[in-house]
């Protein structure tokens, strides 16, 4: 079955970095797309990054654009999110989620991992 | 970026109560939405994917509906493992936004 089990969180200061990671197994890693998203403690959901399959493409939320960085070895099966310049309002569960496709070859976030909680406070 | 409006945010039902929440887009996203399930500490869990087609595995007590900008999911019969908090979610372009949340509880 699916598997998407993140590791690295953990108590930054502000301004320092952190590396996410999310192992994967139970399906074909490099045939997917895959993302993070985050929630804050007590709030609700926030899409932040995916990569492409093979890699080759990637976007991001506006408010880490420049400061985080998705990346992924398919040989590992293991996705990263390099944080940087981390700020309090990153504070987050930060979960790991597979593209599944539609009945239209659109893709939607059909997986998901149990999230590595992040936390920025001096 | 699309925003997603979701509604109520919060509601009180009773079990066997039927549920609508709603789902409302800022432009039209055909039917590019998807329905999450969360129960405290846990990850979200999708329950119906394209607006209307249900997750497998996922009881047939869940529905959607809608298209374009405006969209339902409903809970036929609800049972006490229903209790939680349901998103939708648009996947038609990014970002990727989601509605604010519906807290589901008991009455």
């Known amino acids: 079955q699916v598997q998407l089990v993140e590791s690295g969180g953990g108590v930054v200061q502000p301004g320092r970095s952190l590396r996410l990671s999310c192992a994967a197994s139970?399906?074909?890693?490099?045939?997917?797309?895959v993302h993070w998203v985050r929630q804050a403690p007590g709030k609700g959901l926030e899409w932040v990054a995916v990569i492409w399959h093979d890699g080759s493409k990637k976007y991001y939320i506006d408010s880490v654009k420049g400061r985080f960085a998705i990346s992924r070895d398919n040989s590992k099966s293991t996705l990263y999110l390099q944080m940087n310049s981390l700020r309090a309002e990153d504070t987050a569960v930060y979960y790991c989620a597979r593209d599944q496709p539609d009945d239209s070859s659109a893709y939607f976030l059909g997986f998901w991992g149990q999230g590595t909680l992040v936390t920025v406070s001096s | 970026d699309i925003q997603m409006a979701q509604s109520p945010s919060s509601l009180s039902a009773s079990i066997g109560d039927r549920v609508t929440i709603t789902c409302r887009a800022s432009q039209d996203i055909n039917n590019y939405l998807v329905w999450f399930q969360q129960k405290p500490g846990k990850a979200p869990k999708s329950l119906i994917y394209?607006?209307?087609t249900l997750q497998s595995g996922v009881p047939s007590k869940f529905s959607g509906s809608g298209s374009g900008t405006d969209f339902a999911l409903t809970i036929s019969s609800l049972q006490p493992e229903d209790f939680a908090t349901y998103y939708c979610?648009?996947?038609?372009?990014?970002?990727?936004?989601f509605g604010g949340g519906t807290k589901v509880e008991i009455k």
């Open positions: 979610q648009q996947y038609k372009s990014y970002p990727l936004t």
């Open positions: 394209g607006a209307s």
């Open positions: 139970g399906f074909t890693f490099r045939s997917y797309g």
